[in-house]
């Protein structure tokens, strides 16, 4: 029997995360270089993909850049084929660009949202980025996948998948309302709803799919959401971008190999009350 770390490593396969430039997708792709595997890092800013690589081969780590464009079959067949023909397999495979409204100090006035006069190209677009994309991508990987006889998909899903945003976080006193948009609750649902139809649809075939649902997670917001998002966790905090981590590695790696159509909760236990 392996020791319990032995089931961490992940030497010899092969991960790709798209929106790998992002937030959490930059910190996803140093977790799974850290613990072994060659890691694409696949997102449609190419130019930010190649400076995460850059910082992921400085530290002698195995990555390389593709940009894709999740919403295009072409493009995330491409994704696939390309690390195949280059690495041999794709073992991993971690769905984290998405479409997410921002009320960091970059994105706060653009913000409003309003669901009575929130317009249709914004939520079509969401649709193909955070739903279709994830369905493409998940369609791509599972050839190879299947072709190997083994594989992990992560999906990545939201608190707002699970419960309706609290709203009354993001207003400020003497400003005019703004709100987390519909399509975000709706897409991050759907992610959970299409984790567990593919974790069930590859029953016997030894894919395993789940998904890690995120809280908050800080980033140089304003003191006011902090206090106001904190106050709604029990811990009394956001998230550290790095506090999502070890529960990513967790489902890509053998120490999870009995969990499939899962949603793994990092929250702060934002859900728990």
């Not at 992940?10 to 798209?18: E, F, N, Q």
């Not at 195995?62 to 994704?79: F, G, I, P, Y």
């Not at 649809?201 to 006011?224: M, Q, S, W």
Request: net charge negative; glycine share 10%.
């Amino acid at each position: 029997m392996n020791r319990i770390f032995d089931k961490f490593d992940l030497s010899g396969r092969t991960a790709i995360v798209t929106g790998g430039a992002g937030l959490l997708g930059a910190e996803f792709c140093r977790t799974l270089a850290e613990a072994g595997a060659s890691v694409i890092v696949a997102d449609l800013d190419d130019g930010a993909a190649d400076r995460v690589v850059s910082a992921l081969l400085a530290d002698g780590l195995k990555a390389v850049s593709r940009q894709v464009d999740v919403t295009q079959e072409e493009s995330t067949r491409a994704l696939a084929e390309s690390t195949v023909e280059r690495f041999g397999r794709l073992d991993i495979l971690v769905n984290s660009a998405a479409l997410d409204p921002k009320f960091d100090p970059q994105h706060t006035s653009r913000s409003a949202n309003a669901f009575e006069e929130f317009p249709l190209t914004v939520w079509e677009q969401a649709l193909s980025v955070n739903l279709t994309g994830l369905f493409l991508c998940c369609q791509a990987a599972a050839r190879p996948m299947l072709e190997q006889g083994r594989g992990v998909m992560i999906n990545i899903c939201s608190t707002y998948g699970l419960v309706g945003p609290d709203q009354r976080i993001y207003q400020r006193p003497g400003e005019a309302p703004r709100f987390k948009p519909i399509y975000y609750s709706v897409t991050k649902a759907g992610v959970l709803g299409m984790t567990r139809y593919l974790a069930t649809y590859f029953a016997g075939k030894n894919i395993r799919v789940n998904a890690l649902t995120p809280g908050g997670v800080f980033n140089d917001h304003d003191e006011t959401f902090v206090k106001n998002y904190a106050a709604r966790t029990v811990l009394g905090r956001m998230a550290d971008r790095d506090e999502m981590n070890g529960g990513l590695l967790f489902l890509a790696c053998d120490a999870s190999s009995y969990m499939t159509g899962a949603n793994l909760v990092v929250d702060g236990g934002w859900t728990a009350w």
